[in-house]
């Protein structure tokens, strides 16, 4: 039996508004377990990551086990199980740009960030730093990716300076 909208079946802490999108997001795709995938992109771009609470309410919507969701959810690196920042950028560390010095660029933008040993988001949930094996763009390494948007050259500078033109265009809305 697959779960229905019309039903309170969203646990207290989604917002009714959230988890509805949830349920638009179901809808436009007719609830067809074989668009698992692009189901669970568009949950993500809701709520920057998939919620154990969601993905459940996905799989019984679906007619889905809540294990083979967390499967495909888990399997492939495009899904986050864990809450990102606002921003994200990501670093490339591939063969091109490690050999262009990528991680005193990678240092500068942690330190800048303010993320401390094993931390990829920052406490005010405004960043998130992520190292990538290869973004494809090796003839402008070394490259960073911030928010879908392509840096090549970098340099620690730049890269902290990337940072510090974010927070500005934040504080200026």
Do not use: N, W
Request: with cysteine; glycine share 6%; net charge neutral.
């Amino acid at each position: 039996m697959t779960a229905t909208c019309t039903s309170p079946a969203a646990p207290a802490a989604t917002a009714p508004e959230r988890f509805a999108r949830v349920c638009a997001i179901l809808d436009q795709h007719g609830r067809d377990p074989a668009r698992l995938i692009p189901i669970l992109q568009e949950v993500q771009e809701e709520y920057r990551f998939l919620p154990r609470e969601v993905m459940a309410y996905v799989a019984t919507s679906l007619g889905l086990s809540p294990a083979k969701v967390y499967g495909v959810a888990s399997f492939y690196a495009h899904f986050a199980l864990v809450p990102k920042g606002r921003h994200v950028i990501k670093l490339c560390d591939g063969t091109a740009c490690h050999v262009k010095d990528s991680i005193p660029i990678l240092e500068a933008i942690r330190k800048r960030v303010g993320l401390k040993d094993g931390q990829v988001t920052s406490d005010d949930m405004q960043f998130t730093v992520e190292t990538v094996s290869c973004l494809g763009a090796c003839g402008l390494a070394p490259v960073v990716v911030c928010d879908e948007e392509v840096h090549g050259g970098m340099t620690p500078a730049k890269g902290a300076a990337l940072v510090d033109a974010i927070r500005a265009k934040e504080a200026a809305k």
